[in-house]
């Protein structure tokens, strides 16, 4: 009798624990689309799978669903997936095809609710929506996250007319997108972009943190970015990805779309292509639109600005300001009209910086005898009869965080990338930095100013009888006392303001062929061993270069040669850069103008 009580017992226990330890429902299940749209919900309880026309599932409840057509085509369905707010539903598509490309207003996938969103990608998917939808529409409010779990999984997503590939539709902005892996490939219907906005819509806060993405937006729209009148803004690419990101017509690469600005957007690394079609810049501003805020800090980058549009900047009409190449290797060229890196056409470049081991390739477009500025504006344009009147003005980049590893590399206006890493065009002019620390600029056995920092320096020390000098034994014959340094900067103002006399001499009387022979020949200044003008000298060259004069500054420095030019129109003022007393040394113009040594 015990035994069989025990027996009881036992079987009575296993029971217990077998009902404790199996699921009370199915997980990772299956799903053929082809029978019917799929809705795909979550919520705070559980997330639910249910298929129109499929009584075997309504509200199935599964934590893992694989949506799938077996590779079929089929058309007239749609995966819909939704989260509720502070949920995240996650979903797998494997082998998914569907075709709505014929169905108005019909979109493929459809993500909505208050949360996030993940799609992992398994096998080879191909979505295509109908007019006014994009192929993958994201309308939550959350994040929607595409992820590759197993490295073999691929998305091709098409919008229709007015629709994005993946983001919005018609009026839709594409906000929150995250592509973790995968090979993906987005394309716009017309006024849509590759990845964010449709027409009428922008990109905002789009990461591309893995994978492969090839991007291409419709006319009007960005590859990466805004829709038709949409901008691009909070774009972020990672290391470890490859992006090729393409215009349609008057889009940015990257950026806006037509009439659209591209603003924040940061390149960490990967391998990155960007082009317009025409009229916008590579990275940067659509048509009309500008590209502001935006920083390479690693990578290979390419960067080709179609028609009117430069390579990083604006778009025909656009500016290109704040933009930073810290580090890794970037091409950048402008189309016909546009510059390098700066404006479109008719734009104005600034507060360009250049720095760190950063290489930079880079070469303004030309049209006819105009040229855009490799950094700088774009050709400049009357607009009451559309003609060209002059080339784009080149401005000097700042170059003072730039270390010997780091260069620029100037190209013939028209270079293309092709000739550029081909190498079958040479560049005209590659400024390095020959500074290699801020200690270079301190003058050795003396004590600089306390106010200033090691980095703002400057290179001239002041005598206990206020004469100007470097104290350097590797250097004859350097004068030290306050009469010989003022005969000095009396005798530069002298030639400065007889200079500067001729010119308005020859402007005066319309004598335009001297006046250019003057003026492209630049003025020459010998400086022996001073190291530094005062504010009265830099505002007479200042004058000089507003007339569109370069001024050559040489001189001598720890017993070598050195030389720095001050452009012509030069963006960056020489009074703005003089200390407290009055002076700005030579080595300091180095920092902001580039320089050589001999």
Same mark, same amino acid.
């Given at each position: 009798?015990?035994?069989?009580?025990?027996?009881?017992?036992?079987?009575?226990?296993?029971?217990?624990?077998?009902?404790?330890?199996?699921?009370?429902?199915?997980?990772?299940?299956?799903?053929?689309?082809?029978?019917?749209?799929?809705?795909?919900?979550?919520?705070?309880?559980?997330?639910?799978?249910?298929?129109?026309?499929?009584?075997?599932?309504?509200?199935?409840?599964?934590?893992?669903?694989?949506?799938?057509?077996?590779?079929?085509?089929?058309?007239?369905?749609?995966?819909?997936?939704?989260?509720?707010?502070?949920?995240?539903?996650?979903?797998?598509?494997?082998?998914?095809?569907?075709?709505?490309?014929?169905?108005?207003?019909?979109?493929?996938?459809?993500?909505?609710?208050?949360?996030?969103?993940?799609?992992?990608?398994?096998?080879?998917?191909?979505?295509?929506?109908?007019?006014?939808?994009?192929?993958?529409?994201?309308?939550?409010?959350?994040?929607?996250?595409?992820?590759?779990?197993?490295?073999?999984?691929?998305?091709?997503?098409?919008?229709?007319?007015? $629709?994005?590939?993946?983001? +919005?539709?018609?009026? /839709?902005? =594409?906000? !929150?997108?995250? *592509? %973790?892996? &995968? @090979?993906? #490939?987005?394309?716009?219907?017309?006024? $849509?972009?590759?990845?964010? +906005?449709?027409?009428? /819509?922008? =990109?905002? !806060?789009?990461? *591309? %943190?893995? &994978? @492969?993405? #090839?991007?291409?937006?419709?006319?009007? $729209?960005?590859?990466?970015? +805004?829709?038709?009148? /949409?901008? =691009?803004?909070?774009?972020? *690419?990672?290391? &470890?990805?490859?992006?090729?990101?393409?215009?349609?017509?008057?889009?940015?690469?990257? +950026?806006?779309?037509?009439?659209?600005?591209?603003?924040?957007?940061?390149?960490? &690394?990967?391998?990155?292509?960007?082009?317009?079609?025409?009229?916008?810049?590579?990275?940067?501003?659509?048509?009309?639109?500008?590209?502001?805020?935006?920083?390479?800090?690693?990578?290979?980058?390419?960067?080709?600005?179609?028609?009117?549009?430069?390579?990083?900047?604006?778009?025909?009409?656009?500016?290109?300001?704040?933009?930073?190449?810290?580090?890794?290797?970037?091409?950048?060229?402008?189309?016909?009209?546009?510059?390098?890196?700066?404006?479109?056409?008719?734009?104005?470049?600034?507060?360009?910086?250049?720095?760190?081991?950063?290489?930079?390739?880079?070469?303004?477009?030309?049209?006819?005898?105009?040229?855009?500025?490799?950094?700088?504006?774009?050709?400049?344009?009357?607009?009451?009869?559309?003609?060209?009147?002059?080339?784009?003005?080149?401005?000097?980049?700042?170059?003072?965080?730039?270390?010997?590893?780091?260069?620029?590399?100037?190209?013939?206006?028209?270079?293309?990338?092709?000739?550029?890493?081909?190498?079958?065009?040479?560049?005209?002019?590659?400024?390095?930095?020959?500074?290699?620390?801020?200690?270079?600029?301190?003058?050795?056995?003396?004590?600089?100013?306390?106010?200033?920092?090691?980095?703002?320096?400057?290179?001239?020390?002041?005598?206990?009888?206020?004469?100007?000098?470097?104290?350097?034994?590797?250097?004859?014959?350097?004068?030290?006392?306050?009469?010989?340094?003022?005969?000095?900067?009396?005798?530069?103002?002298?030639?400065?303001?007889?200079?500067?006399?001729?010119?308005?001499?020859?402007?005066?009387?319309?004598?335009?062929?001297?006046?250019?022979?003057?003026?492209?020949?630049?003025?020459?200044?010998?400086?022996?061993?001073?190291?530094?003008?005062?504010?009265?000298?830099?505002?007479?060259?200042?004058?000089?270069?507003?007339?569109?004069?370069?001024?050559?500054?040489?001189?001598?420095?720890?017993?070598?040669?050195?030389?720095?030019?001050?452009?012509?129109?030069?963006?960056?003022?020489?009074?703005?850069?003089?200390?407290?007393?009055?002076?700005?040394?030579?080595?300091?113009?180095?920092?902001?103008?580039?320089?050589?040594?001999?």
């Amino acid at each position: 009798m015990r035994t069989g009580i025990v027996r009881i017992i036992g079987g009575a226990t296993l029971s217990v624990l077998m009902a404790s330890y199996m699921p009370l429902y199915a997980y990772a299940d299956t799903y053929d689309i082809s029978e019917g749209s799929i809705t795909v919900s979550r919520d705070e309880t559980a997330q639910t799978v249910t298929q129109a026309g499929n009584y075997a599932v309504q509200d199935k409840e599964d934590n893992d669903p694989v949506i799938t057509s077996n590779n079929q085509e089929v058309s007239g369905v749609t995966l819909t997936i939704e989260a509720s707010s502070g949920q995240e539903a996650e979903v797998t598509i494997q082998d998914l095809n569907i075709n709505d490309s014929s169905n108005g207003h019909t979109p493929a996938i459809l993500t909505t609710g208050e949360g996030n969103v993940k799609i992992n990608l398994d096998g080879v998917n191909v979505v295509k929506s109908g007019d006014f939808c994009a192929g993958l529409q994201k309308e939550n409010e959350g994040d929607l996250i595409i992820t590759d779990n197993n490295a073999t999984g691929s998305l091709d997503a098409t919008g229709g007319d007015f $629709g994005a590939g993946i983001g +919005g539709g018609f009026r /839709g902005s =594409g906000t !929150d997108i995250t *592509i %973790e892996g &995968g @090979e993906v #490939t987005a394309t716009g219907g017309e006024y $849509g972009a590759g990845i964010g +906005g449709g027409e009428r /819509g922008s =990109g905002t !806060d789009i990461t *591309i %943190e893995g &994978g @492969e993405v #090839t991007a291409t937006g419709g006319d009007g $729209g960005a590859g990466i970015g +805004g829709g038709n009148e /949409g901008s =691009g803004t909070g774009i972020i *690419i990672k290391e &470890g990805t490859t992006v090729i990101a393409t215009s349609g017509y008057d889009g940015a690469g990257i +950026g806006g779309g037509d009439r659209g600005d591209g603003t924040e957007i940061t390149i960490k &690394g990967g391998t990155v292509t960007a082009t317009s079609v025409s009229q916008g810049a590579g990275i940067g501003g659509g048509c009309f639109g500008n590209g502001t805020d935006i920083t390479i800090e690693s990578g290979i980058i390419t960067a080709i600005g179609g028609t009117a549009g430069a390579g990083i900047g604006g778009g025909y009409e656009g500016a290109g300001t704040v933009i930073k190449i810290e580090g890794g290797t970037v091409t950048a060229t402008g189309g016909e009209w546009g510059a390098g890196i700066g404006g479109g056409s008719d734009g104005a470049g600034s507060e360009i910086t250049i720095s760190n081991d950063a290489h930079l390739m880079v070469s303004g477009g030309i049209y006819d005898q105009y040229c855009g500025a490799a950094i700088g504006e774009g050709i400049q344009v009357d607009y009451g009869d559309v003609t060209l009147t002059s080339s784009g003005r080149e401005i000097s980049p700042d170059i003072s965080l730039l270390t010997t590893d780091g260069y620029i590399k100037y190209y013939p206006a028209g270079t293309t990338v092709e000739q550029i890493k081909n190498g079958s065009v040479q560049p005209t002019k590659i400024l390095k930095s020959i500074i290699t620390s801020s200690e270079a600029l301190i003058d050795e056995g003396n004590t600089p100013h306390d106010e200033y920092a090691a980095s703002e320096v400057i290179s001239t020390t002041h005598s206990s009888s206020g004469g100007s000098y470097v104290d350097n034994s590797e250097v004859n014959s350097i004068p030290t006392s306050s009469e010989e340094f003022a005969a000095f900067l009396a005798a530069t103002n002298n030639t400065l303001e007889v200079y500067i006399k001729k010119i308005e001499a020859m402007m005066a009387a319309g004598d335009t062929e001297g006046l250019n022979a003057l003026v492209s020949k630049g003025i020459s200044l010998e400086t022996g061993n001073w190291v530094c003008f005062n504010k009265k000298t830099y505002t007479l060259i200042e004058k000089i270069s507003d007339l569109g004069v370069p001024v050559t500054i040489s001189f001598a420095y720890k017993g070598r040669r050195y030389s720095t030019v001050i452009p012509g129109k030069a963006d960056i003022r020489p009074l703005d850069l003089c200390n407290e007393e009055g002076y700005c040394g030579f080595l300091n113009l180095i920092k902001y103008y580039g320089g050589t040594q001999k």
